[in-house]
C-alpha cells in the first residue's frame, strides 16, 4: 500500500509520489502539456521545442508541484495509472496556514491616504485600497494603467496593513523602490535601516537565518527587496538540492516574518512570477502591471496568466489615454545592408544597431534621431521639459550620450542642458534629473517614471504588445504652472526597407489605438548611410562593437588559415 501526500498552499499543490509508474506518468503528462513552446533553429530551419516548465519536479524527494488548479488532474492521472498497474494507494491531503508577521508601523509617509478630490485621476485609490486591505482577500492584482499611481496605491495597502512587507522586481527595479520608500518625499520615507536589500543566492539564506534567529525584528526591518533574479537561481538550486537543502520552502515567507507579498510589472519575468506563486506559499499579495494581455499569439502563456492572475482577483481602472505617437519612416540608402536585414530570422534589433556601427552608418542614424530632437523638443523648449530617447544596445546608448553632449556644448543656448546614460550601474538620480536621457527598453522603458517628459524617441521596432504599452505609456500628461497643458508626443522610428519594421509599426498600430490620443504614420526624406566622417564618439562605439565581436571567438577555437587558402596563395 503506498501512501500519496498531496499539500494545497495558498497557490500550489504538492504531490508526493513514492511509485515510479505513477511518477513517470505524471511527468509524462507535464512535459507534454506544461512546457511554454519555444522557437528553435536548426540548419536554418525554425521549429517549436520545450521551453521553460511551468511546473517543479523534484526527483530528489519524488514529487512535483503544479498550480493547484491542476489538483484534479492530478488525481485523475494518479487513479487512472494505479488502475492500470494494478498499485494500491491512499492519498492523504494537507493544507497549510500563513503564520503569525511581524507587524510595524508606516507613520512617516509623504502622501495622503485617502484622496478627496472627485475629479483626480487618483481618486479610484481609495475604493482600491479598501477592496485590497478587505481581511479575508487573498490576491488582489492592479490591472492600471501606467501613470495612474499603482506604486502609491500600493504604499497605501503597505501603511493600512501594518506588517513586514516583502517586494518582488526585477534587479533594473531595486533603486527606482529605493528611491521610493527612502528618499521620495511623497513617499513612505522610512530610513534605508529599516529597509533590506537581498542580492545573491547566499544572501537570502543569511536573511532565512535571521529571521530563525529573530535578528530581523531585533533590526526593525519593515520592508525586504529580492529581485527576481536571485529568487530565480535559489528556486533553482532548492529543485536541485532538495533533499539535503535546509530551508523548507513553506515556511519561506513566515521564517521571514513576511505579512504581505508585493510585486511589481508581473509580466515582466512571468515565469519566475508564476514558479514562486506555486512553490512558495505567499501571503496575501498585491500585484502590479498595466498590462496584463501576452498577445494573441501566445495562447499557452494566456492560460498560465489566467490560472496565476484570476479575474475575480483584477482590478481594472480604464486606461485615460495622456499621448500623441507620432511614426516616421526613414530608408536605407545602402540596399546590401537592407537585404541583410530583411533575412534576418528572427529579427533582432541588437543585431541591426551593431551592424550599423560597424558599417560606420551609426553616425547618420543619429543625425536622424538628433534633427527630430531638434525640431521637436529644442525648438519649444521651456526650462525643465526633459526627453528619453531609447536604443536597442548600451553601445548605441554610449554612443549618442557622447554624440548629444558634443552637439550641446556647441550651443550657446543649450550647453548647460543635462545628459544622461541610463544603463547598469549606471544613476538613478541623474537619468532621473537629466534633461536628456538616454537607454534601452529594458532598463527605462518599464516601470520608471521621468517628471517632466514631454517627448520620448524610441528607435527600436517592438512587437510585443506588452512591451508597447509599457513604453508608451512613460510619459504623462502635464499640467504645470508655466507650460500650461501638455499632452507628451512619443516618436516612433521604422526603416521603410525592412518589411519587419513596417510589420512591427502595424502591430503597434493596433495594440495602442486604445490607450493613445492620436497615433500618425508619415514616410519622412531621411535617409540613413555609410559616412567617413569620425568622431570621438564615434570611434569608441567602433571600438566598443569590435570588442564584442571579437570576444565571440576563443584562441582554442582559432584554427588559423585553411590549407586549402595557403595554397591558393
Not at 497557490?11 to 513552446?37: D, T
Not at 536548426?42 to 493547484?68: C, K, N, V
Not at 512558495?280 to 496584463?292: F, Q
Amino acid at each position: 500500500m503506498y501512501e500519496f501526500h498531496m499539500t494545497f498552499t495558498s497557490m500550489g499543490v504538492r504531490v508526493e509520489v513514492p511509485c515510479r509508474q505513477i511518477e513517470s506518468a505524471i511527468l509524462k503528462w507535464a512535459e507534454e502539456h506544461m512546457h511554454a513552446p519555444k522557437m528553435g533553429k536548426h540548419y536554418g530551419r525554425i521549429f517549436t521545442e520545450r521551453g521553460d516548465p511551468y511546473y517543479a519536479h523534484i526527483p530528489s524527494l519524488r514529487s512535483f508541484i503544479f498550480h493547484r488548479n491542476f489538483s484534479e488532474r492530478l488525481r485523475i492521472i494518479i487513479n487512472r495509472t494505479a488502475t492500470e498497474f494494478g498499485i494500491e494507494y491512499k492519498l492523504y491531503e494537507h493544507y497549510l496556514t500563513q503564520g503569525t508577521p511581524y507587524r510595524c508601523k508606516f507613520e512617516n509617509y509623504g502622501f495622503k491616504m485617502v484622496e478627496d478630490d472627485e475629479k483626480s485621476r487618483f481618486f479610484y485609490q481609495n475604493a482600491v485600497v479598501e477592496t485590497a486591505c478587505e481581511p479575508n482577500r487573498f490576491q488582489t492584482i492592479f490591472e492600471i494603467g501606467t501613470g495612474m499611481g499603482k506604486s502609491k496605491t500600493n504604499m497605501k495597502v503597505m501603511v493600512r496593513k501594518g506588517v513586514r512587507t516583502l517586494l518582488i522586481h526585477r534587479p533594473t527595479y531595486i533603486s527606482k523602490w529605493l528611491f521610493d520608500l527612502t528618499e521620495d518625499p511623497t513617499g513612505l520615507r522610512e530610513s534605508k535601516d529599516d529597509v533590506l536589500v537581498i542580492q545573491g543566492v547566499q544572501a537570502i539564506y543569511e536573511a532565512l537565518e535571521m529571521g530563525e534567529s529573530g535578528e530581523l525584528d531585533k533590526r526593525g526591518i519593515k520592508v525586504i527587496i529580492i529581485s527576481t533574479v536571485t529568487l530565480q537561481r535559489f528556486l533553482k538550486e532548492y529543485i536541485n538540492t532538495a533533499a539535503t537543502n535546509p530551508v523548507n520552502i513553506d515556511d519561506f515567507y513566515n521564517t521571514l516574518g513576511v505579512g504581505f507579498l508585493s510585486m511589481d510589472e508581473v509580466h515582466e519575468h512571468f515565469h519566475l512570477v508564476y514558479m514562486a506563486g506555486i512553490m512558495l506559499n505567499p501571503p496575501p499579495s498585491v500585484e502590479m502591471s498595466a498590462t496584463l494581455q501576452p498577445g494573441e499569439s501566445k495562447a499557452f502563456l494566456a492560460e498560465r496568466y489566467r490560472e496565476r492572475f484570476p479575474q475575480e482577483s483584477r482590478i481594472f481602472i480604464p486606461i485615460i489615454p495622456a499621448v500623441h505617437v507620432k511614426a516616421l519612416y526613414y530608408s536605407i540608402e545602402n540596399k546590401r545592408f537592407a537585404w541583410w536585414a530583411n533575412k534576418m530570422t528572427p529579427y533582432n534589433h541588437k543585431l541591426f544597431e551593431g551592424k550599423l556601427i560597424s558599417e560606420n552608418m551609426h553616425l547618420s542614424y543619429a543625425d536622424m534621431v538628433w534633427d527630430v530632437i531638434e525640431r521637436t523638443y529644442l525648438a519649444s523648449y521651456q526650462p525643465g521639459q526633459k526627453v528619453l530617447v531609447l536604443f536597442a544596445t548600451v553601445a548605441m546608448c554610449e554612443f549618442f550620450t557622447e554624440y548629444v553632449r558634443e552637439k550641446l556644448a556647441q550651443s550657446d543656448k543649450f550647453h548647460a542642458l543635462m545628459v544622461a546614460k541610463y544603463n547598469a550601474g549606471d544613476s538613478y538620480d541623474d537619468f532621473i534629473q537629466a534633461d536628456f536621457s538616454i537607454s534601452t527598453p529594458g532598463k527605462a522603458g518599464t516601470a520608471v517614471d521621468k517628471p517632466g517628459l514631454v517627448h520620448m524617441y524610441i528607435t527600436t521596432p517592438v512587437e510585443d504588445q506588452q512591451l508597447n504599452r509599457q513604453m508608451a505609456g512613460r510619459p504623462r500628461k502635464i499640467l504645470h504652472n508655466d507650460w500650461g497643458e501638455l499632452d507628451p508626443v512619443v516618436w516612433l522610428f521604422h526603416s521603410l526597407s525592412i518589411g519587419k519594421h513596417c510589420n512591427y509599426l502595424n502591430a503597434r498600430q493596433k495594440s495602442l489605438s486604445d490607450s493613445v490620443l492620436s497615433f500618425k504614420i508619415a514616410s519622412s526624406p531621411y535617409v540613413v548611410r555609410k559616412t567617413n566622417v569620425t568622431t570621438a564618439a564615434a570611434d569608441r562605439a567602433n571600438s566598443t562593437v569590435c570588442r564584442a565581436e571579437l570576444s565571440k571567438f576563443s584562441r582554442k577555437g582559432f584554427k588559423g588559415i585553411p590549407r586549402r587558402r595557403k595554397r591558393r596563395r
